[in-house]
DNA sequence: ATTAATTTTTAGACAAATCTAAAAATTTGT
DNA sequence: ACAAATTTTTAGATTTGTCTAAAAATTAAT
């Protein structure tokens, strides 16, 4: 399996989260920042080696081998996130781009060590679940921030954007993971929202709260 | 820099050290195990972006600049097989081939914090010492085994073959880094030595006793 | 039901890295 | 000095992954 091959199958594996409907190859390209012939070529040679089922106009759908596949590059990105962070003083603004080389380490031995050393974290420093060795992804019950309404409460457990300008922005307001918060108020004309963080009051814009992840409590 | 130029840097840094003349087209395409006209492209290529100078049939120089990144690649390398060893439970004779990926992880800031990590070690686990930062590397006074003479003693600092057939020999043996070794006896017809390895006596062929390094005490 | 817009595929080209087979250049042996 | 052996280079092909431009297929609009 080729570095470029697993780019494609996570990228495939992340865009069947959102929808029921195959992936298009339009999609694939725009995710991958490619071109549509690009796309349709790798289409070609993943449906080949059985990682994918590819039906014209209907989109690709990765088999249990792609998705398999796809879910293990998934949790070593994550577990060399956490890795970066807990022992090499990362933060969680500057783990994402090192974790997309790492990711393509092939080693069992190598990740199930890493795992261990880790102390079998669940959870990697966006928030997002570690995959485990058998491919399960646990979910938690969590809500986007901008869904919440006035005095609902909870902690903040993920964001949706991981890119580094955004974690750069939350770490700037103090907000990060495990923080408690609570919703003061929504403003309907632009759906910004004035919030508490662990007891600090502050005003943030529709499309952050768009990309944090609550867990509920109130 | 592609993985595939990162290797055969490595391949021409270690050619060099065995000899000051330069580095053969041959040489080098035996040691990279491809043939003779691949290692001509990419001279060819190296040459171009000014990591080596070469002249034909007097053979491949590095450059300051190719020197400095070979030698980046071999910290990283033995960075990461101290990692496995110190960290993850690997065996010395098991690191090589993941080093082999993890060497070409290109992130400054990583190699920085894995060497902090790690607590600034000056030796990999086959006794190798780690480049510093600069290009810096310390050389040992150590000699060949097979070069003692009968009741002279050393510590063992280190192995010429780091192949994983030779080091499950070695830990058969019982034959590890740090060990003291005293030569008992050294048999003329075959070579072959009878030594005292921190109290054990045993005998080893003259091929083993080529490929271990000792620090003389005595 | 045609036309228009969109999506997808094909065709042809390119760069990196490799190979085989043949040619050219150099070194060695006599 | 000349032939033989060795070393090195070239030429042409292949694979992976990419691109542009054009063609084909499908879906949407009137
Ligand atoms: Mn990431
Ligand atoms: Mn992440
Ligand atoms: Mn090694
Ligand atoms: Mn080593």
């Not at 990105?77 to 994402?96: A, G, I, K, P, Q």
């Not at 108020?185 to 910004?192: G, L, P, Q, V, Y």
């Amino acid at each position: 399996m080729t570095l470029s091959e697993e780019n494609y199958l996570k990228a495939i594996f992340n865009l069947q989260q959102e929808t029921d409907k195959g992936v298009s190859t339009n999609a694939i390209a725009e995710f991958m920042d490619t071109k549509a012939s690009s796309a349709t070529d790798m289409i070609k040679r993943l449906s080949e080696k059985k990682l994918l089922i590819y039906k014209p106009y209907q989109g690709a759908r990765l088999t249990d081998k792609g998705r398999m596949h796809a879910v293990k590059v998934i949790r070593k990105h994550r577990l060399w996130e956490t890795f970066l962070v807990e022992n090499l003083e990362f933060s969680w603004d500057e783990v994402h781009e090192v974790a997309e080389q790492l990711e393509h380490i092939d080693s069992d031995k190598l990740i199930k060590q890493l795992d261990k050393f880790l102390g079998y974290p669940k959870n990697d420093p966006h928030g997002d679940p570690i995959p485990d060795e058998n491919g399960n992804i646990a979910t938690i019950e969590k809500k986007i921030l901008a869904e919440l309404q006035k005095n609902d409460e909870g902690i903040c457990v993920g964001v949706d954007d991981s890119s580094s300008a955004f974690l750069k922005y939350l770490d700037k307001l103090n907000i990060s993971l495990g923080n408690n918060i609570k919703v003061i108020e929504k403003e309907a004309f632009d759906n910004s929202m004035s919030i508490e963080v662990d007891g600090n009051k502050l005003t943030i814009s529709s499309l952050a709260s768009k990309n944090i992840y609550i867990k509920k409590t109130k």
